[in-house]
């Protein structure tokens, strides 16, 4: 099973985005971006999603622990719907997203389903509607 971290700050949220994320069939760890710092430092993750409450540095500062730790685990940041899709760091991120949960779960699965050693096979019923 795939397994998502979600970097956020506000926890409530957190909480909503998780459960669309889960929808993608993968486990998700809802973190503060201090918690996020510690445990993407031991703990190896295929996807860490960024959430837009994070300020700039928090953002810059995860994503580099991520690429330094763990190469081959992908970022995803979620902006605000409106905001303009432009990452804080283009070339470190693997992807943007709006928060519409339709667009956050086709973009998840699409990074998710790029990694090679997985497949995320919808349960009949409990597919996304896109």
């Given at each position: 099973?795939?397994?998502?971290?979600?970097?956020?700050?506000?926890?409530?949220?957190?909480?909503?985005?998780?459960?669309?994320?889960?929808?993608?069939?993968?486990?998700?760890?809802?973190?503060?971006?201090?918690?996020?710092?510690?445990?993407?430092?031991?703990e190896k993750f295929d996807l860490v999603v960024l959430c837009h409450t994070l300020s700039d540095q928090e953002a810059a500062q995860i994503i580099d622990i991520v690429r330094r730790h763990w190469p081959q685990t992908r970022t995803l940041q979620v902006v605000f719907d409106g905001a303009v899709e432009r990452p804080y760091r283009e070339t470190d991120l693997n992807a943007t997203s709006s928060a519409e949960p339709s667009r956050l779960v086709r973009r998840t699965t699409e990074l998710l389903q790029a990694l090679p050693h997985h497949h995320i096979e919808e349960a009949a019923g409990d597919a996304p509607r896109l």
């Amino acid at each position: 099973m795939p397994k998502i971290l979600l970097a956020g700050n506000d926890f409530r949220l957190l909480g909503t985005r998780a459960a669309v994320l889960g929808k993608t069939g993968a486990s998700v760890v809802c973190c503060s971006a201090s918690e996020t710092r510690e445990i993407i430092r031991t703990e190896k993750f295929d996807l860490v999603v960024l959430c837009h409450t994070l300020s700039d540095q928090e953002a810059a500062q995860i994503i580099d622990i991520v690429r330094r730790h763990w190469p081959q685990t992908r970022t995803l940041q979620v902006v605000f719907d409106g905001a303009v899709e432009r990452p804080y760091r283009e070339t470190d991120l693997n992807a943007t997203s709006s928060a519409e949960p339709s667009r956050l779960v086709r973009r998840t699965t699409e990074l998710l389903q790029a990694l090679p050693h997985h497949h995320i096979e919808e349960a009949a019923g409990d597919a996304p509607r896109l």
